[in-house]
């Protein structure tokens, strides 16, 4: 059983070189920032070192941050510039019993984060999903693509903020 | 406008008109497809159990659009099935029936506003005869809606499709 700052010890002295940060202000749980394209690495390390067995990603789940400027269009709707999309990783440890969350964020117009395919199975249709609805691209995922929209969507990411239904999608009005 | 009213009864002869006995042919074995969408297609279950018993009003769940006379659409039609429900519908030969089963399939249900993966009512792609409320409808008012439609079927012509 380890505690979030005692992961966070190993993770940052593994990892001398990178800009590994907790925040311990979230009321829930506290949240390990990690850079997008070590993220991988970091993941073997996780699931490997023998005090820390982090075996099992109980959930991978893609935010828009919405943290950039905000836009106003001509229609009234806005849209949003710059910017984060991050990525949250919900890790535990079947056999030690501990948990940990960790984050990426990645830019908005480019938004691109190693793939943890490789590290756990289950993070293959995780990140199709974060790709499908928020359009964060995984590098070097086996079959990166539309999970739940249609495959031909090309209508944009809904659960973007800033995203617009389109009039129409093969011939079906779709708004109400 | 029974189609016994006028039987008689000492040797076996009924007489009728052939639209009428058309008509009450079609109501009486409406096959269904076997097809559920979402938490509609439970309920649909539901009737088609023993307690409720959808056999008794002559609806079998058919595993092929090609021998099925009607299609329940029971539950959330999304984009991506919609364009299949259209598919498998134009699969079904004539004379075909549609009942729509719950607030998604009639207008979107609880998706109307922000649902950006759900069609706003099966109508948009198919011609609906009846449209069933609820979220879900109890099985009783599917029952009720497909004697609304059998209903529908006893007035048609031959001439003229009017369901």
């Given amino acids: 059983m380890k505690k979030a700052d005692e992961i966070l010890e190993l993770l940052k002295s593994n990892f001398p070189d990178l800009p590994i940060e907790m925040d311990s202000e979230t009321p829930t749980e506290p949240i390990i920032s990690v850079p997008p394209k070590e993220i991988d690495k970091i993941g073997v390390f996780l699931r490997d070192n023998e005090e820390l067995l982090f075996d099992s990603l109980m959930c991978l789940s893609g935010v828009d941050d919405a943290n950039g400027e905000k836009i106003k269009e001509a229609d009234e709707s806005e849209s949003i510039k710059g910017g984060t999309l991050s990525v949250y990783y919900h890790l535990h440890s079947t056999s030690l019993k ?39 691209i995984f590098l070097n995922h086996p079959n990166l693509q539309r999970i739940l929209m249609p495959y031909d969507w090309d209508a944009g990411y809904p659960l973007r903020k800033d995203y617009k239904n389109p009039e129409f999608y093969k011939g079906m009005k779709v708004p109400y | 406008m029974g189609l016994l009213d006028q039987e008689f009864s000492d040797s076996n002869i009924v007489i009728t ?47 092929s659009p090609r021998q099925s006379d009607i299609i329940i659409i029971s539950g959330t039609v999304t984009l991506k099935m919609a364009l299949r429900i259209k598919r498998l519908y134009e699969q079904m030969p004539d004379p075909k029936y549609i009942i729509s089963m719950g607030s998604c399939s009639n207008c979107g249900g609880p998706y109307w506003e922000h649902g950006y993966h759900v ?33 529908k079927i006893r007035t048609e012509s031959l001439s003229k499709k009017s369901a």
């Avoid at chain 1, 990140?127 to 499908?132: G, I, L, T, V």
């Avoid at chain 2, 006995?21 to 509609?40: I, K, T």
Wanted: aromatic fraction near 10%.
């Fill in chain 2, 119 to 151: 069609l706003k009512g099966v109508d948009r792609v198919i011609p609906v005869d009846v449209y069933v409320p609820g979220c879900p409808p109890r099985p009783e008012a599917l029952l009720e809606g497909l004697l609304k439609l059998q209903e």
């Fill in chain 2, 17 to 63: 008109k052939a639209e009428d006995l058309l008509n009450w042919a079609r109501l009486s074995s409406l096959w269904q497809l076997g097809f559920g969408l979402a938490c509609c297609a439970i309920e649909m279950m539901a009737t088609s159990a023993s307690h409720y018993d959808f056999d008794r009003f002559g609806v079998i769940p058919r595993p």
């Fill in chain 1, 98 to 136: 501990h948990k940990i969350t960790l984050k990426v964020s990645t830019e908005r117009e480019s938004p691109e984060v190693e793939s943890v395919e490789g590290v756990w199975k289950t993070a293959d249709w995780h990140e199709r999903e974060a790709y499908d609805m928020f359009g964060i």
